[in-house]
């Protein structure tokens, strides 16, 4: 399967610095799925990026790491060759990908981490989610005429800028589950940093893709575009400023992100921000907590499918979409199956249906999650997928729910963008980190090194529907409703599946599918993970083009179905634990998974 990355949006003027951007952009776009492109010559990164070219998993038998670029999965596997646990590796591959995928993923972002404890034996999430400053309004994306801003209007600048939780949840996994020295974690990132990494091809083209963005703020436009020049594939680059801030960040912790000079510089980055600048305060940074919560389980087919509740819809729309599937015998249908994907379509229209109304930061608004995943409930929902074509509408349906439940549809936008890590260690620990900074580049400010993100626009950008409240809407301190989606499959009380993905909302379709590949149709990770996207969430059937996706299309739409051919870049990275590990990374991005 090969895609184009150049069928993503570009919206680049004409010329900069005395070229034609879109002429820069059209001889190096790369092939989607070039994961094999030239960053790393390790034997090891070799055999893995071969191994994904020919669509066979990975197979390990004490550890593993499977995440978005190739010296990020390698610092992780140093770590965990090296007898640190799961959380160690997290941080290694962590600080790395935010020097070498820094458009998706990074200290100024934030993230979920669902971590199997094989001690206790227990699931528990962290909650690394950016919050919105205590000056946020549920105007804050609204003209003076409470007319909804145009989304790159709001994204770009220090308004859509959350309080980043990625180096506070770092510092809280290594502190519960570490044993590697925390300095120690921070070594190749910081070397990358001085002596430079190879730019990747899908981040040379997606800053010449985003160039006009890019260029507005000085820090931003030094960095990418140096001297200049924009950054090229397999150009050595160099980042003095982060290897600066990881030095700080090895020998004082997450402090000086929440209470020191970097906050400070957080702080005035976002508020002189020209043309947008944003309401985030010092205070804002200093009363970030990162929460620990309970893992939200779904049972399916004797598994129990746990991932991350809210203010993630990720665990509860998965959760959701099996639940509904669950009468339905999917596993005999197959994979090419127009009937299948028919009830997989509607399953997710309806939880998504829910997911609009329902879900939000339930430390603001009630959220009935239990409701959401009530058998009587879903069994219920799953009688209306009893029918022979697509359903003509769709609304959210009626939990069961001890709160008022008037509350508008949301009406966030979430465009493709994140990273997700999943590692096995020796121990048996597991974890499934979904990473971001929203949109592509973030709010495009830079701090020290990193970009901060534009989290706060995963809020409904309307407060209001109908004259009721939509639970998404921006508060004061709340955390914006997330569709990532780190999930960890359970059987009998062990793990037996970490994945996860980015792709905005439709990181829910991509997991779900995913999980579908491997449990119902039997295929290991790395074929699950490459089998050919189908992608409903609001009504349209998303297809992923030039795959074998299209033979559907002609079925599902004699069934009713609106279809969207497109290119869907997923980024999914799995784990099975099994007899051995065995490993997938996803061909539409530049990952691998590697262990031993
Ligand atoms: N910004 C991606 C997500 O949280 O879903």
Not at 57 to 71: G, R, Y
Not at 88 to 100: E, H, R, S
Not at 303 to 318: N, R, Y
Not at 542 to 554: Q, R, W
Request: hydrophobic fraction near 45%; charge should be negative; include cysteine.
């Amino acid at each position: 399967m090969r895609l184009l990355l150049a069928s993503l949006v570009l919206s680049v003027a004409p010329c900069l610095a005395g070229m034609s951007v879109a002429q820069q952009v059209a001889d190096e776009v790369q092939p989607e799925g070039a994961g094999a492109g030239a960053v790393s010559t390790s034997a090891a990164v070799a055999a893995a990026l071969k191994a994904k070219e020919a669509g066979r998993a990975v197979e390990a038998q004490n550890w593993m790491v499977a995440a978005a670029n190739p010296l990020a999965v390698e610092a992780g596997a140093q770590v965990l060759r090296d007898g640190g646990t799961a959380a160690d590796a997290l941080v290694a591959v962590q600080l790395v990908l935010g020097l070498v995928e820094p458009q998706s993923s990074g200290l100024g972002g934030g993230a979920f981490l669902v971590w199997y404890d094989a001690d206790s034996g227990e699931l528990t999430t962290l909650d690394g989610r950016e919050t919105a400053p205590l000056a946020a309004t549920p105007t804050l994306f609204q003209d003076d005429a409470g007319k909804p801003l145009s989304f790159f209007d709001a994204v770009v600048g220090g308004r859509s800028v959350g309080v980043p939780g990625t180096p506070a949840l770092l510092a809280e996994a290594h502190s519960k589950w570490g044993r590697a020295a925390w300095d120690s974690l921070f070594a190749e990132a910081i070397t990358l940093a001085e002596n430079g990494f190879e730019v990747s091809p899908r981040l040379a083209a997606m800053v010449a893709q985003d160039a006009i963005r890019l260029f507005r703020f000085e820090a931003t436009r030094d960095y990418f575009f140096p001297g200049g020049q924009r950054i090229r594939p397999g150009e050595r680059l160099k980042n003095a400023a982060y290897a600066d801030t990881l030095r700080r960040f090895a020998q004082e912790g997450a402090a000086p992100f929440y209470t020191g000079d970097i906050a400070a510089d957080i702080v005035t980055t976002v508020r002189q921000a020209e043309g947008n600048p944003g309401v985030m305060a010092a205070v804002d940074l200093a009363i970030y907590r990162v929460k620990q919560r309970d893992a939200v389980c779904a049972p399916y087919r004797g598994f129990e499918v746990c991932g991350m509740g809210p203010p993630s819809s990720g665990a509860l729309t998965v959760g959701q979409i099996l639940r509904l599937l669950a009468p339905y015998d999917i596993g005999e249908m197959g994979p090419d199956s127009a009937e299948a994907w028919r009830l997989i379509g509607d399953a997710s229209r309806l939880a998504f249906a829910d997911r609009g109304r329902y879900m939000a930061d339930s430390d603001y608004v009630p959220v009935p999650v239990k409701g959401l995943l009530d058998a009587g409930y879903l069994a219920e929902r799953a009688e209306l997928l009893k029918r022979d074509t697509a359903l003509p509408d769709v609304e959210a349906g009626e939990p069961d729910f001890d709160h008022a439940r008037a509350w508008g549809d949301d009406a966030s936008i979430e465009l493709p963008s994140t990273s997700h890590v999943s590692i096995v260690d020796r121990f048996g620990n597991v974890a499934s980190m979904t990473t971001t900074i929203e949109n592509a580049f973030g709010s495009r400010l830079m701090v020290r090194g990193f970009l901060l993100n534009n989290e706060l626009t995963d809020f409904s950008f309307a407060s209001h529907e109908d004259g009721r409240p939509i639970a998404n809407r921006v508060e004061p301190g709340k955390r914006p409703r997330s569709s990532m989606a780190p999930t960890i499959v359970m059987k009998n009380g062990a793990p037996v599946l970490a994945v996860g993905s980015p792709g905005g909302s439709r990181i829910i379709g991509y997991v779900a599918k995913t999980i579908i590949a491997h449990l119902d149709w039997g295929l290991d990770v790395q074929a699950a993970i490459d089998m050919p996207h189908l992608v409903n969430r609001f009504g349209a059937f998303d297809v992923e083009v030039g795959t074998a996706a299209m033979d559907l299309l002609p079925d599902l739409e004699a069934m009713g179905f609106e279809m969207a051919p497109q290119v869907l870049v997923s980024g999914l990275h799995a784990i099975s634990l099994g007899e051995t590990l065995q490993g997938g990374a996803d061909p539409r991005r530049e990952g691998i998974a590697l262990g031993e």
